[in-house]
């Protein structure tokens, strides 16, 4: 699986932007489908992710009512929809993917997630 991330930019507090992150092929091997975030000086976090099946959830706290995850099985797309953008939302955006089935209690770890795609900048001014 190769991924492909776009849709980052430069916003202003409260603008909405949305990511996409698009797959290559051998996608009946990927389980779960993630975002993370990296700010300058700051360890990668996660925000966002989405089993490919069934398409359940898994958000951090702080993107929660805000960010919202999803998938496009036909276009294998995954896209993270963020609104009510924060300046704490300033981070290169990388989207993930692993072969794991059972990621309930782990889909938040970065050592899971097997495949990286090239990160995306968002950028929120106040």
């Known amino acids: 699986v190769q991924l492909q991330a776009s849709g980052g930019g430069l916003v202003q507090t409260g603008d909405s932007l949305r990511l996409s992150c698009a797959a290559t092929?051998?996608?009946?091997?990927?389980?779960?489908m993630g975002w993370f975030r990296q700010a300058p000086g700051k360890e990668r976090e996660f925000v966002a992710a989405i089993t490919w099946r069934a398409g359940v959830t898994y958000y951090a706290d702080d993107v929660k009512g805000r960010f919202t995850i999803s998938r496009d099985k036909a276009k294998t797309t995954v896209l993270l929809q963020m609104n009510d953008l924060k300046s704490e939302d300033t981070a290169v955006y990388h989207c993930?993917?692993?072969?794991?089935?059972?990621?309930?209690?782990?889909?938040?770890?970065?050592?899971?997630?097997?495949?990286w795609g090239q990160g995306t900048q968002v950028t929120v001014s106040s």
């Open positions: 993930a993917s692993t072969s794991q089935q059972y990621i309930r209690d782990t889909y938040y770890r970065d050592t899971i997630y097997d495949t």
């Open positions: 092929a051998r996608t009946f091997l990927t389980y779960t």
